[in-house]
């Protein structure tokens, strides 16, 4: 299987996921929604111009064989079979400030599909960026323009829209930002692998609302 059959079958894969998820809020069923119109019916292909960035953090290969469960865990393997396609950004390219050294350099992602900084494109239809957050790291609260929703592949993790009560989702479980909506993340003692995905008009304008909090997860 090539790279853009992996492709295809994460992406197909992905939104049998999401048409099985049971979400409460409007929004969020709304969203899942247009996401899976735009994932069934963009063509992928793949980038003829492939994106520049940072190998794979050392760690990668053994996240992969984090816990994961239900659909995440057929995902996880095609993640496998693509990682040696993967570049990476670590968030200490958008955080650089000392006092967020902690959390920026354990929160790492790989643009999947997406836009010219792409493995893959769809289009423009959706963006779906691979995102791993380290063990007992906090991702602090922050919000963005752009709307998203993550869904859990692996690992341990809590989500909180205020900074006061915490969630904790189990792979197969999906966690849903509107537009400008705080949130934050925290991995516990066994590393989050998730995907995010974006529906256009793309852009990442953010805010980080709290700052130098990126400790240990309770």
């Known amino acids: 299987m090539d790279e853009e059959a992996h492709a295809g079958k ?3 894969d992905l939104a049998t996921a999401l048409e099985g998820l049971s979400l409460e809020e409007p929004g969020a069923r709304d969203y899942v929604a247009r996401l899976l119109v735009a994932l069934r019916a963009a063509a992928l292909s793949c980038n003829p111009r492939r994106p520049e960035g940072l190998a794979a953090p050392a760690e990668w290969q053994r996240f992969l064989a984090a816990r994961g469960g239900g659909p995440g865990a057929a995902m996880l393997e095609s ?3 693509l990682s040696p396609s993967l570049t990476w950004l670590r968030a200490d390219h958008f955080y650089p400030e000392p006092e967020n050294a902690y959390f920026a350099e354990r929160l790492w992602g790989a643009m999947l599909v997406g836009q010219d900084d792409a493995l893959f494109l769809a289009e423009e239809r959706y963006i779906a960026l691979l995102m791993i957050l380290f063990p ?3 991702y602090p ?3 963005h323009r752009i709307e998203e929703l993550y869904f859990v ?3 341990e993790a809590e989500w ?3 900074g006061e009560s915490w ?3 189990p792979p197969g479980s999906a966690f849903h930002n509107h537009s400008y909506q705080p949130h934050a993340i925290r991995a516990g003692a066994e590393p989050m692998v998730a995907v995010g995905l974006y529906l256009p008009p793309f852009g990442w304008e953010n805010e980080l609302l709290t700052q130098g909090t990126g400790g240990t997860a309770a």
Request: glycine share 4%.
């Open 10 to 12: 994460l992406i197909a």
């Open 141 to 143: 609260l922050h919000a």
């Open 153 to 155: 592949l692996s690992g």
């Open 167 to 169: 969630s904790l989702l």
């Open 79 to 81: 993640l496998r079979a």
């Open 160 to 162: 909180t829209h205020d």
């Open 136 to 138: 007992h790291t906090t």
